[in-house]
């Protein structure tokens, strides 16, 4: 098994986990009412389609094979947009952050308009670590769209985390302006507080 294989195999693995885990979550909470009917499928009639275990989200093998199917499909088509944007999704959700820019430069290179990548781009990069380039990114899907909490919040935090008191100040003041019911708010007047105290 090539390295490359490898890669895919625990991508696969890890992702059929939480594919797995989030959906058993959510159809418990959907279906608690009627788990006694759900989980006997003698009561389905024929031609119902699979319930439960039976679905690809419990299958791992399954699971395995549309991620590496995903990724190669974006590898393959570099000039599809949405294959980008999917292979990112795979990366970030098992927090291989590096691998999810890769992708989503990729998706902003063949859009450079489209707002949501904008956004997306300045989440991952914040996740990761990359404090400046989310600021960037950030900054970027605020000259289209000056209001949006997620990207103000998002601001803030990275000019929070690079230790800019200036920026950081600024950010927090429009996400104030904007929504000052926002729950982010107290701790980032907290962590603003610490770093112009120099703490």
């Known amino acids: 098994m090539t390295r490359e294989n490898l890669l895919f195999a625990i991508i696969g693995i890890l992702f059929g986990f939480i594919v797995g885990f989030m959906s058993a979550s959510v159809m418990s909470q959907k279906y608690a009412p009627t788990a006694a009917t759900a989980g006997n499928s003698q009561s389905l009639p024929p031609d119902h389609p699979p319930v439960g275990s039976q679905s690809a989200a419990g299958n791992p093998q399954a699971m395995q094979a549309e991620v590496t199917a ?39 290179q063949l859009k450079p308009t489209d707002y949501g990548t904008l956004v997306v781009l300045g989440m991952v990069n914040l996740d990761a670590g990359h ?28 000019t929070l985390q ?31 507080a610490s770093l112009k105290a120099g703490k």
Do not use: H
């Open 70 to 108: 995903s990724i190669e499909k974006a590898r393959k088509e570099p000039n599809n947009f949405d294959a980008q944007l999917k292979a990112a999704e795979l990366y970030y959700q098992i927090q291989r952050y590096d691998q999810a820019i890769d992708f989503l430069q990729k998706a902003n």
């Open 131 to 158: 404090y400046d380039t989310a600021e960037k990114w950030y900054r970027l899907a605020m000259k289209m769209k000056q209001d949006d909490t997620r990207v103000l919040a998002g601001l803030a935090a990275a």
């Open 162 to 192: 690079r230790g800019d008191a200036k920026a950081a100040e600024d950010a927090i003041a429009q996400l104030e302006k904007i929504d000052p019911n926002s729950v982010d708010l107290p701790q980032f007047r907290d962590k603003l």
